[in-house]
């Protein structure tokens, strides 16, 4: 075995020297087993081992986006990136646990660091690994992640955007519009109670609550409701929005502030005119059997997602049908393969599913590679349209990333990214280096079994 081994390692170095003259083909006469057609030649996927874990953290892409670095022995690299405004930390405490394991073990190193997640930003490093890993698999193997994942159903990924606020319904439709003539088919609007309340007679509120209080009291305990007057308002201010936009493109809305179950009822009924493509996170997504009432008692979908983790509590809201659409980040909701796992769970009860997304085009590629593997998607959103450096964080992929409202799916091997280092480091949060060493956290220790 180990002659044999030296063999091969022989034979690689020869075909990496003479790689240009060969262009990547395989000599003659060996056994074809012995040499997979078109995997990578640096690398020997059943040797890869991981051998770090490093950070840079960019700031401002709007988001603040702690991109990972693993390395291995075998100088290709995967990269992932943290949840958007979560701390690296999340992915740093998982170092010592993937030190030594294979990268190409995708789901099996997932399963061992998903105790390590949990909702919203605390996966973020569970889940930013997990794409590093499929980012490395792809590589030692040179497939794209997409058909590891069993292929893909599209070849360019619609986007959806958020799009500034503005008080004036006016000024709010035409920037919306100018995203449709930038060629996006799909539009998102934030429509929170704040667009009227500063206008008498139209919220319910007990009076002297702290910013605290207003910030992280979950909507049904705070007490505010909207009157009919503010709910007129507002739908009002879709009305002049749909005018500009038209009828014909798919309009979602979100944040509605913190207003109870009973407002959220009669928002929802009230804006049915319109034809909303859905309504989000109303209530916080925990609250299964109060969603219910809601998307029982309104004519528009409702849909939440963007902070669960894991499969299970998407099936809860998908099997009970409290929700008609769902909307996981991948970042958040377990990775890439977790997040197709959700698609194909909520396609067998009938939902289908958009993805939530904010960050660097590393998740961004990450996302896109599910989106095409995945039958029920909608469509992906994006933050960064008015970013004018976002794009050249990255090569590799075709330019515009966002084309025209889509995003083409990369064939190139892994997540088909690769990072400019000089545009990173322009944008590195104040303090922060480069990919610098990570030692303090080789050694981070506990007995990590869930069961006794
Ligand atoms: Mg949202």
Redesign the pocket.
Known sequence: MEENRHHVVGRRNILKSSAAALGGALMGSEPLEAHPKGVNTNSRPSELKITDLRIAHITKAPMNCPIIRIDTNQGIHGLGEVRDGASPTYALILKSRLLGENPCNVDRLFRKIKQFGGHSRQAGGVCGVEMALWDLAGKAYNVPVFQMLGGRFRDKIRIYADTTESHDPKVYGQRLKERMERGLTWLKMDLGYDLVENTPGTVTQPSGMSAYEQEFTPHMFTGIELTDKAIGLMADYVAQVREVVGMEIPLSA??FGHIGVNTCIRLGRAFERFNLEWL??MIPWQYTDLWRQITDSIPVPTLTG?DIYLKEDFHKLCSTHAIRKI?PDLATSGGILETKKIGDMAEELGVPMAM?FAGSPVACLASVHCAAATQNFLAL?NHSLDVPWWDDLVSGVEKPIVNRGYIKVPEAAGLGVTLNDDVVKEHLMPGTGFFQPTEEWNKERSWDRLWS
């Open positions: 979100d944040h989000e996170d963007e909307h939530h959103e």
